[in-house]
C-alpha cells in the first residue's frame, strides 16, 4: 500500500494542527516523524489511519481517497492499517487470544462466524487449545511465542507493548501506524520491538512511527519527517536530517537547541 497525503490540513474550530502536509510513504519503507510536543505528529498519525478526515487536502491509499467511498469501502482500507499506541491496551484473557482477536474483528460477520464455530469444535475434540500459526508467527516476531498462553494480566509493561504490536502484525496490514510505541519501554524491549519493525519493513509492510527518540529515528529509519506547529518542515533520510539538513530550525531541534522563548513562543 502506498500512502500520500497531499495538502493535508486538520483543525479543531479555529486551531490549526495540520497546515498543508504533503508526503508520501512506500511499501517496505520506514519513516519516522519526529518535532517537540504538540507539533502535530500524532494528528497525522491519525489521519494515515484513517482514524480522522482532513479539513482540507486529500489522504490517498493506492491512488484512491476513502474519504470519498462509502463507509462499507472505507472499511475496507482501514482493515488494512494497524495502529500501535503509546500505552498497550490488552484484553483480560490470553496472549494468543489478544493477538488473534486484531485478525477477527477485520474479517466478515460471515468469517468470524465460521471461526466460532471453528473454535468452539476444537475444544470439544481436543484436550488442548490451539493456536493460528500467524498468531505464532506474530508472537515469535517480537520474542514471545513461548508466552502464547499467558495470561496478558501477567506480563510487564514492556511484554504488552510487543503485545499489542504483535496483534497489529498478526492481522497482515499493508500499513503499520506506531505512535511513540517504545517511549515508556526499557533499552531491551525497545530493541526487541526495533528489530520487528525493521522486519516488518522486510515483508513489504509500510511504517509510519512517530517517536521523540532522536537515536531511534537513525537507527530504524529510511526517511525522517520533521513537523514544528502543524507545518511539515522537511522530509529526507536519516543521515541529511540529522547531519546536513537543508532548514535552520531543523538543525536546532535535532541539536537539541530550544525553539521556544520563555513565553511559549517560537524563537
Known amino acids: 500500500m502506498n500512502l500520500e497525503l497531499e495538502h493535508a490540513s486538520y ?3 479555529d486551531t490549526d494542527i495540520l497546515d498543508d502536509v504533503s508526503l508520501t510513504l512506500s511499501s517496505g519503507e520506514i519513516m519516522t516523524v519526529i518535532g517537540p ?3 502535530g505528529k500524532t494528528t497525522l498519525l491519525r489521519l494515515a489511519a484513517l482514524f480522522e478526515r482532513p479539513t482540507d487536502g486529500v489522504v490517498r491509499f493506492d491512488g484512491m481517497d476513502p474519504w470519498s467511498l462509502s463507509r462499507d469501502d472505507r472499511l475496507e482500507f482501514r482493515r488494512r492499517i494497524g495502529m500501535v499506541f503509546q500505552q498497550a491496551s490488552l484484553f483480560e484473557t490470553s496472549v494468543a487470544r489478544n493477538v488473534d482477536i486484531g485478525q477477527r474483528v477485520r474479517r466478515p ?3 468470524r462466524i465460521r471461526g466460532f464455530i471453528r473454535r468452539v469444535a476444537d475444544r470439544w475434540i481436543r484436550s488442548a487449545p490451539t493456536v493460528d500459526d500467524r498468531t505464532l508467527e506474530a508472537l515469535d516476531l517480537v520474542g514471545l511465542r513461548e508466552a502464547w498462553d499467558r495470561d496478558a494480566g501477567s506480563l510487564s509493561g514492556g511484554e504488552a ?3 499489542s504490536f504483535a496483534r497489529a502484525l498478526a492481522a497482515g496490514p499493508d500499513l503499520l501506524v506506531l505512535d511513540e510505541p517504545t517511549s515508556d519501554l526499557d533499552p531491551r524491549n525497545t530493541a526487541i520491538l526495533e528489530r520487528a519493525i525493521e522486519r516488518a519493513r522486510g515483508r ?3 511504517v ?3 517517536t521523540h527518540d532522536m537515536h531511534q529515528a537513525e537507527r530504524i529509519s529510511d526517511r525522517v519527517a520533521f513537523l514544528l506547529e502543524g507545518e511539515l518542515i522537511e522530509v529526507g533520510p536519516p543521515e541529511r536530517i540529522f547531519d546536513d539538513p537543508r532548514d535552520e530550525r ?3 531541534f535535532v541539536n537539541g537547541d530550544l525553539l521556544y522563548d520563555e ?3 517560537l524563537a
Request: charge should be neutral.
Open 11 to 13: 483543525g479543531v474550530d
Open 208 to 210: 509510519l512511527l512517530a
Open 161 to 163: 507493548q510487543r503485545v
Open 109 to 111: 460477520w460471515s468469517q
Open 204 to 206: 513489504d509492510h509500510g
Open 37 to 39: 510536543s504538540g507539533a
Open 263 to 265: 513565553n511559549g513562543l
Open 250 to 252: 531543523t538543525a536546532r
